[in-house]
């Protein structure tokens, strides 16, 4: 599989592999390496026995620690790709997708591990003829315990951002009264979390974390514009898929663990910033420029607030949060120009 052009990549490690295949899957290495090996581990043990043709290529994520040798002395066939520095969501899986030669490329985190028959009936509901325009599937998402974790959303709102970013749903009483209201306001399936996961139906966006992505339609509507380091590109995707007619779908009949956070060193407010990139972005695409200036205007006064009425509690780990948050609002703002 030809690579990117890139200074910031390098290629490591045999491709024993055939040249061509069904199926390439993407995985990224977060900063526990141990669950890339157990993710890799799992893909080998469903596809055993596959009737499809398959690669992997993991993305080594974390610079400087010689996982890509150690991948490679533990399942040589698998290409590495190593960072040279630490690359985002998008970054990462569009190493993938900007040269694979495959049908079909799964997007996966490295807290993901498969379950058997995962993979093959996800490809085999994208083969029916009547499916030829379904271009992302997301089989279901389980927790650690086994427990459903949700995973399908609809396209984010400007004041449901606004209303994410605000601090208010900190409030245990104001977060109740949301996730009361959530299955009423949005009551169709699969327009939120709030629902049972158990049909198979078109969404708006899902979950990135285990993804099939049908490269036809990659092609038509190009890769994902890297914006964050922790996803939230993703959304852009799927609505852009949409506006050229392919459909993004949440596949019941197959189910993955996603060990969920894992992937990063750190799941906490630390990477709301970068959420909030890929929210601003996706308005910055979808909206007008004159109405994306003045939300950002309205961001900016509410992290003003936000950062005053931390100085007052003398609370230096919320007044950072905030700046930051002012500093991606003002470089969003400052691109739309």
């Known amino acids: 599989m030809p690579m990117s052009a ?17 199926i390439d ?34 993305i080594c994520n974390t610079p400087g620690t010689g996982l890509a040798q150690r991948l490679v002395e533990r399942f040589p066939a698998v290409l590495t790709v190593e960072n040279d520095e630490p690359r985002g969501f998008a970054a990462n899986h569009n190493t993938v997708l900007s040269s694979s030669d495959a049908r ?28 030829a325009r379904v271009a992302v599937v997301s089989p279901r998402l389980l927790n650690t315990d086994g427990s459903l974790q949700p995973s399908t959303y609809s396209f984010p709102s400007m004041p449901q951002i606004m209303l994410a970013y605000s601090g ?13 209201a959530a299955p009423i306001l949005r009551s ?17 966006t899902l979950r990135g974390a285990c993804v ?52 990063v060193s750190d799941g906490s407010r630390n990477l709301y910033p970068e959420y909030l990139k890929g929210a601003l972005h996706f308005f910055r695409a979808r909206r007008p420029a004159a109405l994306f200036s003045v939300y950002c205007v309205a961001l900016l006064a509410m992290y003003q607030t936000q950062m005053a009425l931390a100085r007052l509690r003398r609370d230096p780990a919320a007044f950072d949060l905030a700046r930051r948050y002012a500093a991606v609002t003002s470089e969003a703002m400052r691109v739309t120009r």
């Open 6 to 22: 890139t200074a910031s990549t390098r290629e490591t490690g045999p491709r024993t592999l055939e040249q061509t295949a069904d």
């Open 25 to 58: 899957f993407s995985v990224v290495s977060g900063s526990r390496e141990q669950l890339l090996f157990e993710c890799i581990a799992s893909l080998y043990d469903v596809m055993r026995d596959s009737r499809y043709t398959w690669r992997v290529t993991a």
């Open 104 to 131: 079909y490329v799964w997007l996966l985190n490295d807290d993901i591990v498969m379950l058997p028959d995962s993979v093959d009936k996800v490809i085999r509901f994208m083969d029916m003829r009547e499916n």
């Open 168 to 180: 208010l749903r900190e409030n245990a009483i104001t977060d109740r009264v949301l996730r009361l």
């Open 188 to 204: 169709r399936k699969g327009s939120s979390r709030f629902w049972e996961h158990d049909a198979t139906i078109d969404v708006d």
């Open 212 to 263: 099939a992505v049908r490269m036809e339609a990659v092609r038509d509507v190009g890769t994902m514009v890297e914006v964050a380091l922790v996803g939230a590109e993703e959304t852009e995707w799927h609505h852009r898929f949409q506006a050229r007619r392919w459909r993004v779908v949440f596949f019941a009949e197959a189910s993955v663990i996603h060990h969920g956070s894992q992937t």
